[in-house]
C-alpha cells in the first residue's frame, strides 16, 4: 500500500524549480518532512480536471482532498457515487489490487477473543444489511459562522445518503465476545497523516458503546450495490449514521474496544466538539469546557429548482429536497416564499429506514412578477427547529444547521 | 438595447427556458407561457434584467455566499485566489509570503489556508498546533512572527 502524496487523483506537472518545495529549498527554509515531496512536483488546476469518480463537486482542497456537492446535485433520493461529498483528514491510500484482496479488519482490546477477519468473511460469516444512511461532516454549514471559525468551509453540501450494504458492527462485537469493561470504541484506517510520518494517524475516532451496538451502525463493503468509490472508502468502512461523519472511519483496518473515551487524533481538544455551555460568539473556551459531539441536529436542503431558477409568476411549480435531524425523525417541514414571514407546510414522506433522510415536496406559485426566495425549516421529532441564522456559535464552527434558502425569479 | 443584445437576450432565454421544461416534465402549457412572456418581456422586464444581472449571491447576507451552487468556497476573496499553478498558488505578494509557502505547503494545500479569515490569536493558536500535535518543524521566533504578521494581514477577520 502506498500514499500519493500530493493528492491520490490530481494531475502533476513538472514546473522546473518554481513551485513549492523547490522554491523552498532554494530559499534555504527548512521544509518539515521534504523526503515525502517529489521535487519539483506540484498539483496543477485540480479545479479544473476535478476529481476522478466526481461529478461537479466544489473542491476545497487537494492536499488533503476536500470536495463537497452542489446543493441541486444532492437532488437524488439516494446519493450516487459521483455526488458524495469527499472528507479528508490526511492522504487517500493508494490501494492495489493485492492490498484489497488481503484486506483484513482486527477487531480487539477489551474483547474476549481478538479477530482478524477479511471481507470474504464479514460477506459470509455474517448477516447482510442493506440500510439507507445519512453521513454528514460535523462542519458542514462552518462558513456561515461569524465570527469565521477554522477549518474547511463547508457551505451545504457535505451530506449524503446512499444505500450501504454491510454487517451490523455489533455482530462483530458480539462475536468477538464484548467483555463489561468496554465503554467505547476507537477507529483506524489506512490513510496517511499529511506530515507523513506513518507512526501517525491522521484521524482515529469512535463512538460510545451504545451507538457501536445500534443496529444501524455497519461495517460496510458496498455502496448503492456496487463498490465503495475510493474516495469515500473502499474497501471498507464504518457507517456510523447521524454522528459527525468522522465517526464513520474510512479505509477501515482495526477496531479496538476501549474502557474509556477514546483518545485517537481529532477525539480531544477542541476537535469535533463543542462547548458544554453556550457561549458568546468569538469566545475562546477551554479544552475542558469541551464535550463531544454526538448526534447531528435537524437539518434540510431544497434540491430543486436549482438556485436562481426562473418561473413563471402565477404558475404552479414543484420544490423538494430533503431533510434529516442525526438520531431523530422529521416531523415537519415548512416552506415560505417571503423570507420567513409567513410558512406553509410541505409532504413529506417516511425515511426509508431510520438513519435515512426523508424526502419532501410542496406545490409553489408566487404571486406576483419579482425576486424571490423559498426558504425550508424541519422540525425533528422532539419539536426542533432549524434557526433561519447561524445557532450557537461555537469555536470550530461545527453543527450550522440554519435554514437553506434558494433564489427564484418569477417572471 | 442593440438588436444584438436583445438576440442574445432572446437566445439565453430560450435556452433557460429549455431548461425549466425539461425540469417540469416538458413540453408542457408552463413552459411556453414562461418562453412566450419573457421573449414579450425582454429588454423591457425589471424582473428579467434582475435575473440576469444577478450574481448567484445574496447580497444583503454577504456570509452566505452559498445561493451560488458553483461559488468559489471564498469568494469573496477574489483578489487573493487560489491558484494551483502559481509559485506561491496564489498568496498576496507581500512580506512573510514564501515563509508561510514554504512552512504551510511543505503538508496541505494553501487552498485552505487563504479560505480561512482569522485574528493573529486565531492563527497564533493554529501555529501552535500545527507544531505541537500535527508535526510542523517549529519555525524560529522571528519567522513565527513573519509568518503571524503576514497571516493576519492578509487572512484577518475582516476579510478582503
Not at chain 1, 92 to 103: G, M, R
Not at chain 1, 151 to 178: H, K, M, P, Y
Not at chain 1, 383 to 389: F, I, K, N, S, W
Not at chain 2, 107 to 115: R, T
Request: proline share 7%.
Amino acid at each position: 500500500m502506498s500514499h500519493d502524496r500530493t493528492g491520490p487523483l490530481t494531475r502533476r506537472a513538472l514546473v522546473g524549480g518554481a513551485g513549492g518545495a523547490a522554491f523552498a529549498a532554494a530559499l534555504g527554509l527548512p521544509i518539515p518532512f521534504a523526503r515525502f515531496l517529489p521535487k519539483g512536483l506540484v498539483p496543477v488546476a485540480l479545479a479544473q480536471t476535478g476529481l476522478e469518480g466526481k461529478e461537479g463537486l466544489t473542491v476545497l482542497g487537494d492536499r488533503p482532498v476536500n470536495a463537497e456537492t452542489p446543493v441541486h446535485l444532492l437532488d437524488e433520493n439516494v446519493t450516487s457515487g459521483a455526488h458524495m461529498f469527499v472528507r479528508n483528514n490526511g492522504l487517500t491510500p493508494v490501494l492495489s489490487d493485492e492490498d484489497i484482496a488481503n484486506w483484513t479488519l482486527t477487531v480487539d482490546g477489551e474483547v474476549e477473543t481478538p479477530l482478524t477477519l477479511s471481507i470474504d468473511d464479514l460477506k459470509n460469516d455474517f448477516d447482510p444489511v442493506t440500510l439507507q444512511l445519512q453521513i454528514e461532516c460535523g462542519g458542514n454549514g462552518r462558513k456561515f459562522m461569524t465570527p469565521a471559525a477554522r477549518g474547511n468551509q463547508w457551505t451545504f453540501g457535505a451530506i449524503s445518503c446512499a444505500e450501504w450494504t454491510g454487517v451490523r458492527l455489533a455482530d462483530i462485537l458480539t462475536r468477538a465476545g464484548v467483555k463489561p469493561a468496554a465503554v467505547y470504541t476507537g477507529h483506524y484506517g489506512a490513510d496517511l497523516h499529511l506530515s507523513g510520518d506513518p507512526e501517525k494517524p491522521p484521524l482515529s475516532r469512535g463512538v460510545p458503546l451504545a451507538k457501536a451496538m445500534d443496529p444501524h451502525t455497519i461495517v460496510a463493503f458496498a455502496m448503492n450495490g456496487a463498490e465503495i468509490p475510493l474516495l469515500n472508502g473502499h474497501p471498507l468502512r464504518v457507517i456510523a449514521p447521524g454522528w459527525p461523519g468522522s465517526c464513520s472511519q474510512k479505509w477501515l483496518t482495526r477496531i479496538a474496544l476501549r474502557d474509556r473515551e477514546h483518545d485517537g487524533p481529532k477525539m480531544t481538544g477542541q476537535s469535533y466538539r463543542v462547548p458544554a455551555y453556550p457561549v458568546a460568539p468569538g469566545t475562546e473556551v477551554p479544552d475542558a469546557d469541551m464535550k463531544i459531539i454526538e448526534t447531528m441536529p435537524v437539518k434540510s436542503l431544497i434540491t430543486a429548482p436549482q438556485t436562481g431558477a426562473r418561473v413563471a409568476a402565477g404558475e404552479t411549480f414543484e420544490a423538494r429536497g430533503h431533510a434529516w435531524a442525526g438520531d431523530n425523525e422529521i416531523a415537519a417541514i415548512d416552506v415560505s416564499i417571503d423570507f420567513g414571514a409567513t410558512w406553509a407546510p410541505a409532504a413529506l414522506e417516511a425515511p426509508a429506514n431510520r438513519y435515512a433522510w426523508q424526502h419532501w415536496r410542496a406545490e409553489i406559485s408566487l404571486p406576483d412578477h419579482g425576486y424571490y426566495e423559498i426558504w425550508a425549516r424541519a422540525t425533528d421529532d422532539e419539536g426542533r427547529a432549524q434557526p433561519a441564522t447561524q445557532p450557537g456559535w461555537n469555536p470550530r464552527g461545527y453543527l450550522n444547521n440554519l435554514q437553506h434558502r434558494i433564489a427564484v425569479f418569477a417572471l | 438595447m442593440s438588436a444584438l443584445a436583445r438576440l442574445l437576450t432572446l437566445a439565453a432565454m430560450a435556452l433557460a427556458v429549455t431548461g425549466l421544461v425539461r425540469l417540469f416534465g416538458g413540453g408542457d402549457e408552463h413552459g411556453a407561457r414562461l418562453a412566450s412572456r419573457a421573449a414579450q418581456g425582454a429588454g423591457a422586464d425589471p424582473v428579467l434584467q434582475m435575473a440576469n444581472a444577478w450574481m448567484g449571491e445574496i447580497g444583503y447576507a454577504p456570509s452566505y455566499a452559498a445561493l451560488n451552487p458553483y461559488a468559489e468556497a471564498s469568494a469573496e476573496t477574489a483578489s487573493s485566489a487560489f491558484d494551483p499553478a502559481d509559485d506561491y498558488w496564489g498568496l498576496p505578494r507581500s512580506e512573510g509570503h514564501e515563509t508561510v509557502a514554504a512552512y504551510c505547503a511543505a503538508c496541505h494545500s494553501l487552498q485552505i489556508v487563504m479560505a480561512q479569515r482569522q485574528s493573529r490569536e486565531g492563527w497564533d493558536y493554529l501555529l501552535t498546533w500545527m507544531v505541537d500535535k500535527q508535526g510542523m518543524a517549529a519555525p524560529a521566533p522571528e519567522m513565527r512572527d513573519e509568518m503571524l504578521v503576514y497571516l493576519t494581514r492578509e487572512f484577518g477577520p475582516g476579510g478582503n
